[in-house]
């Protein structure tokens, strides 16, 4: 009797047991694993560093590839104002984790990373007595602001602050043209210099003056290189008779399409018709000379209506009386 009781209770026991081992497969559930979705922090043109009052160690963030979550980025180095520069074209690509960690802070942004001039400071020599480095050059403006490519400029006062004997001062264009100023006169708080523009191409340009400590500052685009205005070499004919309509060909340089084509003569002026530029270096056009104009030489002027510049030469076109049938050798009265 009690092995049979005994039996019974272990059947009873496995029972159970299979019964909460099935309970157990049952209930048990494998978790579904989300895929982490990165969030870059810094877009490109973001400058960061380890804190918002950092003066060293700045980064410009200049790609994000969501692929490798990696960021590219190149130092970058602060002058006067929210102006900067890089000493070169250097980068580096770094894990986005790293690069968030390392350098938490924004502390500025740049709209468009290829005005970032690349500028290599002059190195100066050392001696084992060094004094510490004055204030880096503030640049506040240039007079004239513009030059005419083909010619050169004279710079008669690059105004500012803390310039040193010995300063150096650069155009930089967009695409790393640059153009060293000569006959460079430095006092504190004013350069002047001239600029060789023969062989720079039209733009904007960027001013860059280097003390001789090594310090810079820049003057994003304050210069400007224009095209040469148009340039009159001769007109033929030329002289006319008052009523008569004259074909005339002026030859120079620097002409553009549309243009126009006047003479004066004092307050008087009269206007070229049918004004036609066939290259940059001819223009033909019509000129009626009515009755009542004043006899004498007159002055021309080409102007180009594009861009606005003109070009004049004086007493070019002669304009004489239509009672006169040849040219005299007795002066006027």
Request: contains cysteine.
């Amino acid at each position: 009797m009690k092995v049979h009781f005994l039996i019974v209770g272990i059947i009873i026991i496995a029972v159970l047991c299979s019964g909460c081992s099935e309970q157990s497969q049952t209930d048990t559930t494998n978790p579904v694993s989300t895929p982490t979705i990165t969030q870059q922090n810094y877009v490109a043109g973001d400058i960061v560093a380890k804190t918002s009052t950092s003066t060293d160690t700045l980064w410009l963030i200049l790609n994000y590839d969501s692929k490798t979550d990696k960021y590219e980025r190149a130092l970058v180095y602060k002058m006067s104002g929210n102006t900067w520069y890089r000493k070169d074209n250097k980068t580096e690509l770094i894990e986005r984790s790293v690069a968030e960690k390392l350098y938490p802070a924004k502390v500025s942004h740049v709209t468009s990373i290829s005005s970032i001039s690349i500028i290599t400071p002059t190195m100066t020599s050392t001696s084992t007595k060094t004094s510490p480095p004055g204030p880096a050059p503030s640049i506040s403006s240039i007079t004239p602001n513009s030059g005419t490519t083909g010619y050169s400029v004279s710079i008669t006062n690059l105004a500012g602050s803390s310039f040193q004997t010995g300063a150096t001062v650069k155009l930089v264009g967009t695409d790393g043209t640059s153009v060293s100023a000569s006959n460079v006169v430095v006092s504190q708080n004013t350069i002047t210099c001239s600029f060789n523009l023969y062989d720079i191409k039209t733009g904007k340009y960027d001013i860059v003056i280097t003390n001789p400590d090594g310090q810079s500052d820049i003057l994003p685009q304050g210069f400007t290189v224009n095209d040469a205005g148009p340039l009159i070499s001769t007109i033929t004919p030329s002289q006319g008779m008052i009523g008569a309509n004259i074909d005339l060909t002026i030859v120079g340089s620097g002409f553009k399409n549309p243009a126009k084509v006047t003479f004066t003569k004092g307050t008087e002026g009269l206007d070229c018709a049918n004004t036609v530029t066939n290259t940059a270096t001819q223009i033909t056009c019509v000129l009626t000379i009515p009755q009542g104009t004043t006899i004498g030489g007159w002055d021309i002027t080409v102007k180009n209506i594009e861009d606005q510049q003109n070009g004049t030469v004086s007493n070019k076109f002669t304009i004489i009386n239509n009672t006169i049938t040849s040219p005299t050798t007795t002066g006027t009265t």
